[in-house]
């Protein structure tokens, strides 16, 4: 099993970009799918969660600018970021709790990161 995030780049800022978290091999349930972020010299920190009823949460610091939506037919995460600021600049991972097979219960997976710089 493997959670793959791509979508990071450089962009300057106002402008917005779309990270995709793919989660690919055998799976039983995806429950929470979150995102994260990590900037140099800083605390990872929680970006964004969306549990498998859809419901959201989001750091006060992303609010109105960032939306986290799933595809469940196609095991995907998504993150819309729009309105980025240079303070958004972090490496950003994917994370999801699965269940590989029912009956095995959840753990907690991560995926690769990957960069998303916005210049000033």
């Known amino acids: 099993v493997q959670l793959q995030a791509s979508g990071g780049g450089l962009v300057q800022a106002g402008g917005s970009l779309r990270l995709s978290c793919a989660v690919t091999?055998?799976?039983?349930?995806?429950?929470?799918m979150n995102w994260y972020r990590q900037a140099p010299g800083k605390q990872r920190e929680l970006v964004a969660t969306i549990t498998n009823g859809d419901r959201t949460n989001y750091a006060d610091s992303v609010k109105g600018r960032f939306t986290i939506s799933r595809d469940n037919a196609k095991n995907t995460l998504y993150l819309q970021m729009n309105s980025l600021k240079p303070e958004d600049t972090a490496v950003y991972h994917c994370?999801?709790?699965?269940?590989?097979?029912?009956?095995?219960?959840?753990?907690?997976?991560w995926g690769q990161g990957t960069q998303v710089t916005v210049s000033s």
């Open positions: 091999g055998s799976i039983g349930r995806i429950k929470s």
């Open positions: 994370n999801a709790d699965l269940e590989l097979s029912r009956g095995w219960g959840f753990r907690n997976y």
